[in-house]
């Protein structure tokens, strides 16, 4: 009997994919990460509450699975909450969860199964997997594992685990990536989860429901540094109190009046600037991707057309793309793009087939 | 389905059968309120009465001494607040002699007792066996010291204390001696006067008794007042409705312990010497906690420098072992173990702590299993660190 690791968070998705594998005639393990708060905040942490890890092994005895809490509270803070700090301070928007499911979720936890006996690990992410093999032969050792997109499309998670590489996918089981959230909750129910009826989750798990920028404040203060707010013509408009504290595309706030709405369109490190303009001013045809992963780990041809995700909620656009010498990707759309952020990831899909994405320069 | 080994016959230990016909009349047949008139409430009464004059065969004393509580830790928190209460209204002693490596009901008791209640607390330092040396009770007295509390056995290294020498030195100051015997009594004499003091702590489910049911003896004269009040049984020390079918159990239990003391013992402690002797050796960078030889015979504790401990334990529970560890945690924010610092090991060593009580269904084939198993999992587990 194949052993699984249950990757459980207490909710609905990952408590599913553990009662479908059982189902399935896996021998299943429940495994629940317990990640860093902020002291004195454990209990609103939005992933791993005292309460939610109560549910998750409600969940586990229901379903007759051992449960163990695995302590990643040091890595969690070291890697994952240090890249947001890190990112705000250099003056971009950091998505933190695509580093926890590099080395967190897919790393130290995957670590922690393997070294349970488990042949493979099972998250509850919408997403598929599909395993290749050379032309011709439909079984063999030089096969590749690929990542597509869920069947149901608005839950689709891909974006945050194109970060994956084979050996990761290799071990992975997403067991609900064929089904809709509708389904999902449906199943939930009749397999009488007492997870069935919780909410879907939205933030950062260690913001707690709060603004990130409070988090800031307190947790990297020193990097609040005030500085100039520009137009794009050089004007000087008034002081910001902190580049962390805004975001690209954000209007209200700003604290200075203008004639027209007038928009965050950049944030300039090297000069503490924050460059601003109108909405016209907003949108771009074409940017830079650093730090690329090819989910197959053989990069594409030089250039190639995908279609770009540019944001974790945001559509899908046609791009073409370039890889260039220094190890980056040029991605030019056809009409130009709103709220291109630096720090979040692009992610490149040919279909259903994500073929893999790096941070937006 | 694989086969599940339990190995954490300190946790608990499962009810002896015995055990469980002895009780089961007191249920739906014999059910009736010992506190009643009548012929029902009388069975009960009878009943009780005759688990209190079992109990108190095996420690020693008068039935009138032997109080019927619902676990240790209620016994524990009688001894201390109870006496602690009544020696502060009666002499004005509010001193109390407490080690630091109690099990929580007695140390948290004494806690709240300073911090809400106005008490002293001296709190002694074990030696790096986990043991309290009598010298250090003695020079902590006071006139002042109402009572002190050491534990018999240490639940979590197995270390047995020099009781019957603190007690010595504690009734020459007229200062009442309780002991913590739920671990021990599984194994140990629990011979009142032998060990000289004045209460000591029983929990039923330790020794192959149901649990929710322990008791406390209060030897005769003691100042003492109810922490629970209300009706008046157990001579007023503890009110609410006995719970009849367990006390029997429990006194069933301590009765059978008591006559099979010595088999008991020596079907574990050849076991237990051979797990020590064998993890020692084959498990580098590994060693014993607790006292090598004053320790409870079926009590194996060891730490691992470099290993979550936690993390050993999920591992060893998949593969079938059921141990313990004393950073034991089920949500994942595992803590050293205070007792396991007191020892004088770093973090890096007393996060990796191991703790495998043996009982009597324990068999020489498991344990071989589980020694052929440990050290390959110690060594991934420390690799993952």
Redesign the interface.
Known sequence: MK?VVVAMSGGVDSSVAAALLKEQGYEV?G????LWSEPGKEDSNRC?T?DA?ALA?RVAAQLDI?F??????QPFRSTVVQYFLDGYALGVTPNPCLVCNREIRWKFLL??AK???ADYMATGHYVKLREQFPAGLDSGTNSTMQLLRADDRSKDQSYVLHVLNQNQLRSALFPIGNYSKDEIRSMAKGFSLPSASRPDSQDLCFLAGEDYRRFIKRNDPESLVAGEIRSVDGRLLGRHSGLSQYTIGQRKGLGFSSSQPMYVLDKIAETNTLLVGFKDDLGRNELTVKNLNWISETPPPETFWADVKIRYTARETPAEVTRLQDGTCQVRFDDPQRDITPGQAAVFYQDDLVLGGGIIV | MKKNIYLDYAATTPVDERVLQAMHPYFSEEFGNPSSIHAYGQKAENAIETAREVVAEVLHCEPAEVIFTSCGSESDNLAVKGVGFARKSRDGRNHIITSKAEHHAVSLTADQMNKLFDFDVTWLNPDEFGMINPQVVADSLTDGTALCSVMLANNEIGTINPIGRIADICRRKNVLMHTDAVQAAAYLPVHVDELGVDLLSLGGHKFYGPKGVGALYVRKGTPIIPIQTGGGQEFGLRAGTQNVPYIVGFAEALRLTDLERERRAAHVKPIRDHIIGNVLESIPRSLLTGHPADRMPNHCSFVFEGVDGNLLLAMLDAEGFSCSSGSACKTGSPEPSEVIQLLGLSRDWSLGSLRITLGQGTTVEDVETFISHLPAMVEKARNLQ
Request: net charge positive.
């Open positions: 052993r393990l495994m629940m990460l317990r791993c005292p890890m092994r051992p163990y809490a695995v302590d990643a509270r670590d922690h070294a349970m006996g």
